[in-house]
């Protein structure tokens, strides 16, 4: 499959590479992981992605500001990161080829290609898989931006999702020059003080049921607006709920214009992957997420709930 996707990858003069609405650093980095490689090969590439305003604090990464909020006129070979459905991509169908790179294990297969791997920590590392797989050899930019991606979806090498594998790959790319202090810091050390007041509005509007172990809170539009923080910094704030020593299950609602959109975490007993599955999700076992088209939050609460064993 990697063969075959790279060979479809040399034939393409025009390719665009997409990743998911409200992307994390897994989207970014591994959609601008191949953006350098795919150039120098003459080839005409874009970077898509169709959230404005995009998380800043990825503008680090090699070519950030190349991403572009719409797909180009023409193009002839469509390649999705990180993506775990076609719908979140946030674009109509398209007639070119899709090779669909991702490590959800609830993917849907959406691609003309599909290569996916749910034993690999992000799909940064499905790419680095491409590469080997096909001799390509690593520099910089690249090394740079798949690390980040990894750094990011195993919570700088502590979830789960971490094996020997994991720091082996983070091993090849620090061997290319990625540079762990720098992108540490850059993820770590520039948040904004709208971030931390989001944060602490969340920790002021926690709420504990079932003997603590479930926490959560509810951020309206208007704490957005109040606080001035983006969409974006609401990853943290759902995983500083999980932080609490008595929680197992955290539940983040986060008001949208049309409904709320859902980030679930979990510690080790609960699969949040399934009940984002049910819900019309999806995700990770300690990390997935869903959408409602409506504001009863109690009833979303009880769903959640019923599907989850204490
Ligand atoms: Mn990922």
New binding site residues.
Partial sequence: MYKKAWNLISKSRRIVLISHINP?G??LG?SLSLYPLLRDMGKKVTVVNVTVPLPVRYDFLPNFDKIKPKLPEQFDLLISF?CGSFDRLGIDRQTVPLINI???ITNTLYGDINLIDPAL????SVVLQLLKENRIALRKDVSTCIYT?LA??TGFFSYENVDKRTFEIAAELIAAKADPSFIARQLKERNSLAKLRLEALTVEKLQLINHAMVGYAILNLDDFHKTGALRSDSDACVNLIRSLATVQLAILFIEEPEGYKISLRSKENIDVAEIALAMGGGG?KRAAGFNVRHRDTQKILDDILQKVHL
Wanted: glycine content about 0%; overall charge negative; hydrophobic content about 20%.
């Fill in positions: 994390d897994d989207a591994s990180d991702d490590h959800h920590p992000s799909a940064s991606a990011e979806d990770h």
